[in-house]
């Protein structure tokens, strides 16, 4: 079993819709949870974190629920912009390490 | 503001040559990591460093090594290239400790070996 796990997708949505990703992790000692965009050919970036009381940025929230091991990303108003491949991202101490473990990305396309 | 500068952006090796890849940054990040980015696979941590002379592998080390003599820089080497090491590697660096680290990734390296 993949230490975080995510739908590849792809989402086919047009714009202005909403759309929202999941993703599951394995490690229940893991401390940080992130999302990050990647764009086609190009580097991973930090979109947000997630904190355990939920946060929002704009048209993008996240919430993290650690009873389920759970994470999700929800985009409003989608725009043209908004397609990538959305990646999550769990940080883990528990091997005395500290490492990013990603899942394989989710990818989204907005269509006009 | 240069992040996180990764050389070359694209190479080709036959089959047992060996390279290196290099990566630099200027932010003064005491961790440092090298990723592989395989298809459906994600992103896959190779060895990371958190901080000069300090080197540990990650989960696919094999047919890698790293050194950190300096904070900035952080060379992935390939000893004897193999085709299965056709991948997109990724640098990334960010501060050792803080709560919600941030990863810089460089723009990274497409290698193909043939």
């Known amino acids: 079993r993949k230490e975080v796990e995510q739908d590849p997708g792809p989402f086919n949505v047009p714009e202005g819709a909403t759309v929202a990703f999941n993703c599951t992790y394995s490690?229940?000692?893991?401390?940080?949870f992130f999302w990050y965009r990647q764009d086609c050919r190009k580097e991973p970036k930090l979109l947000m974190s997630v904190y355990s009381s939920g946060n929002e940025d704009g048209r993008f929230t996240a919430q993290l629920n650690r009873a389920s091991q759970y994470i999700s990303l929800l985009i409003r108003d989608s725009k043209l912009s908004d397609s990538a491949t959305y990646l999550c991202?769990?940080?883990?101490?528990?091997?005395?390490?500290?490492?990013?473990?990603f899942g394989s990305g989710t990818r989204l396309q907005v269509q006009p | 503001n240069a992040g996180v500068t990764q050389t070359p952006k694209f190479q080709v090796l036959k089959t047992g040559q060996s390279m290196t890849l290099q990566c630099a940054q200027d932010m003064n990040h005491e961790y440092m990591s090298w990723y592989r980015q395989d298809p459906g696979m994600g992103l896959r941590l190779i060895h990371y460093s958190v901080g000069a002379g300090i080197t540990d592998q990650g989960e696919v080390p094999n047919g890698y090594n790293v050194s950190r003599s300096t904070t900035e820089d952080f060379p992935l080497r390939l000893l004897s290239a193999a085709p299965s090491q056709t991948s997109v590697y990724f640098c990334a660096s960010s501060y050792q400790e803080g709560g919600q680290p941030e990863a810089f990734f460089g723009q990274g390296t497409r290698l193909t070996v043939v």
């Open positions: 991202v769990v940080n883990s101490m528990d091997t005395g390490r500290r490492a990013l473990t």
């Open positions: 490690n229940s000692a893991s401390q940080s």
